[in-house]
């Protein structure tokens, strides 16, 4: 038998020779940065030529000379969190000294807020933050304990956050899928690791009366709950897929909680999906029913009423990827599509190369459909097909969007606030909003407290109904609210 | 080497282009261990050398810059959003690639084995590569995860065990 520590020693060995044979990744890969921030004169220098490196001693300051001094990242400063905090409510007109963070090259002036210790919450990491109809902001919060998390809200009155009953114990290390509002609080998906390194997924659900386990209290196939979506008539709707089974649908509403199952035997040929990525399900679609992969070939939709599978050509698949009022959007191969009341039609001949990679999908009400990628992001107009340069689509490559000062680098993530703007948030580049007024792109500086790349800036973003974006951090929450 | 004058010290920091010459393959190697296929591997190194750079100025500063991206590295490799993030992309990439090998350049027994590390907790999971790929004592791991030896010991000892357990194999060392 092979003593463990050898096949590390080998595994090791062999991911070092990979790395010393790999190609040194062209001196651009990190070209564009705000332009208020200094370029390197290397980088700006070879914009597009490689610089042929040599690596040299890679491991050499790890294994000789000193011990590190410090192995911290750079310091950033914190500002005081506030000890008053305005309502969040759609009508609220109120605002309090907030702390003022200076966005000197913002072309959007705001203010940043950070809410940590001070403001009642435990200064640990937050995982999510949820928003419900009524404008309350809900936090779930790591503690000292890593087995433990502790639930979160905004307390308008005393303008602080305020822990909501006892803490939520579970059986490892745990981290958030989402968290979203319900009709009588708030639904986690939580994902456990537990000391066999077994990956649990779970539904928790928080009311006055403490917490539940929703799978176990209502006797429901376990489900990886990938994504929730809320219905509109304020309960919570959570899609997903079965371990080793079909997609689920959970709607959890003001009459309680009911699943619908997909058919065994009807969906993907017995190969279902093996992602779970949100752009992969759209809970509620514009008909009302929900939209998954099916197998690796097909798309599906699935409600009550029943589940109805749309097979893509051969050797093609369907990816949902979008829905707005009147259709879903799904990609097939490299072309868009469409799925409405008039069924499918191809909508364009190709997803711009620009965002061939794309890391995030939005559908805004004006129609458009935005592909955010890494190397650009690309906006697509479906009444400007024809006659228009790209079939419709308008791109913004680095290149392009480097002339406007957006921080395109590395997106990750969007969110559409009730206005219908775009929120980009990118690994390292901060925030940017995209304006369908004023069809310009609008850099919102970050604050220091953001950019604490160590432990992953910004875990999550979420958006109020005033306008306001709300920011999970490392050490609490943040709140952008953009000056009216 | 460029200077600066901090207060009444003149602190000395090394260009960002030889730093990124110096460290970029071994760093790579550490994300090859913690991530899912080479891309995404190569793309995660990329962007924490891209943080750095922006903030040179402080972290160039630092005693050892290179344990400041081996952080980043090791965080953004277990973290969750990216590897849904990940998955993402990997399903827009399947009509074109029907069976993508996630690390060609490996063999196979490598990669079981790094399966087996990235399925761990994610502390054990940064443990274990640091340790191993890194070559990194305990002590020196827990300065790049910001944790105590101790800490780091327990680390490695469970994530060794669960390794062992998963490939079959004996764990005493």
């Known amino acids: ?88 409510s759609a009508t ?49 919060a790591h503690t000292d304990d890593p087995t433990t998390a502790q639930l979160y809200s905004l307390d308008i009155g005393n303008r602080t956050f305020v822990a909501r009953g006892e803490p939520l114990v579970l059986t490892a290390e745990w981290y958030t899928l989402w968290m979203e509002a ?43 709950p990938s994504i929730a979506q809320r219905l509109p008539d304020g309960g919570l709707r959570v899609a997903g897929y079965t371990a080793g089974a079909g997609p689920m649908i959970i709607d959890i509403t003001d009459d309680g909680v009911a ?63 979008a829905a707005d009022e009147t259709g879903i959007w799904a990609s097939l191969g490299s072309h868009l599509y469409r799925y409405d009341v008039d069924g499918w039609r191809a909508v364009t001949s190709s997803v711009p190369m620009a965002t061939d990679d794309p890391r995030s999908i939005v559908a805004t009400a004006d129609g458009d459909i935005w ?44 969110v ?31 604050p220091d407290f953001l950019n604490q790349e160590d432990t992953g800036f910004m875990q999550n973003t979420v958006t109020a109904r005033n306008g306001s974006l709300w920011v999970a951090t490392s050490t609490g929450v943040a709140r952008f609210k953009p000056a009216p | ?32 261990a913690l991530n899912r296929d080479r891309w995404t591997a190569e793309d995660v190194t990329q962007e924490a050398f891209a943080a750095a750079q922006q903030r040179w100025s402080r972290v160039g500063a630092l005693e050892r810059p290179g344990a400041w991206v081996r952080r980043v590295v090791a965080n953004r490799s277990v973290s969750r959003w990216r590897r849904m993030e990940t998955e993402a992309r990997a399903l827009r990439r399947m009509p074109r690639l029907e069976n993508p090998a996630p690390h060609p350049e490996l063999v ?6 790094w399966e087996a590390v990235r399925s761990l907790p994610k502390r054990q999971a940064q443990v274990l590569a640091l340790t191993y790929v890194e070559g990194l004592t305990t002590t020196e791991v827990g300065k790049v995860l910001g944790c105590s030896a101790a800490t780091v010991k327990t680390h490695l000892q469970r994530g060794r065990a669960s390794v062992a357990r998963r490939l079959g194999v004996k764990e005493e060392r």
């Open chain 1, 1 to 88: 038998m092979t003593n463990v520590d050898n096949r590390l020693q080998r595994a090791a060995s062999d991911v070092r020779e990979a790395a010393d044979r790999a190609p040194l990744p062209p001196s651009n890969m990190a070209t564009v940065q705000p332009q208020q921030r200094q370029v390197p004169g290397w980088v700006a220098a070879a914009t597009s030529a490689l610089v042929v490196l040599v690596a040299v001693g890679g491991v050499a300051w790890l294994l000789g000379g000193d011990t590190p001094e410090t192995a911290e990242p750079a310091v950033t400063t914190v500002p005081q969190p506030v000890t008053s905090i305005a309502s969040e």
């Open chain 1, 92 to 140: 609220s007109t109120t605002e309090v000294a907030p702390t003022t963070i200076p966005a000197p090259a913002a072309l959007v002036s705001g203010e940043w807020v950070a809410f940590g210790a001070d403001a009642g919450l435990p200064g640990t990491p937050t995982d999510t933050i949820a928003v419900d109809d009524s404008g309350g902001v809900w936090v779930l």
């Open chain 1, 182 to 224: 319900t009709p009588t609080g708030v639904a986690v998906a939580i994902e456990e690791y537990d000391a066999s390194a077994v990956l649990t997924q779970r539904l928790w659900q928080w009311d006055d009366a403490g917490w539940h386990d929703l799978t176990t209290e209502h006797d429901l196939p376990r489900v990886d």
């Open chain 1, 259 to 321: 699943y619908v199952l997909a058919p065994e035997g009807a969906w993907g040929g017995g190969r279902p999906s093996p992602f779970t990525v949100r752009a992969a399900v759209i809970p509620v679609g514009p008909d009302g029913r929900s939209w998954f992969m099916d197998g690796i070939e097909s798309i599906a939709a699935l409600d009550a009423g029943g589940y109805e599978v749309y097979t893509a050509d051969a050797d093609c698949c369907y990816v949902p990827l």
């Open chain 1, 371 to 414: 592909l955010l990628g890494r190397s650009g992001v690309a906006r697509f107009d479906p009444d400007n097909i024809d006659g228009v340069a790209r079939d419709g689509w308008t791109v913004f490559t680095i290149s392009e969007a480097e002339a406007v000062g957006v921080p395109l680098v590395s997106l990750q993530t969007s």
């Open chain 1, 416 to 446: 559409l606030n009730e206005g219908d703007a775009v929120w980009l948030a990118s690994w390292g580049n901060g925030l940017s909003l995209w304006l369908h007024d004023g069809h310009k792109w609008a850099e919102i500086n970050v």
């Open chain 2, 1 to 32: 080497m460029t200077q600066s004058v901090e207060g009444s010290r003149i602190v000395e920091t090394e260009t960002f282009e030889a730093f990124f010459r110096r460290e970029y393959r071994p760093v790579l190697g550490l994300a090859i």
């Open chain 2, 108 to 113: 196979a027994e490598t990669v079981e084995v």
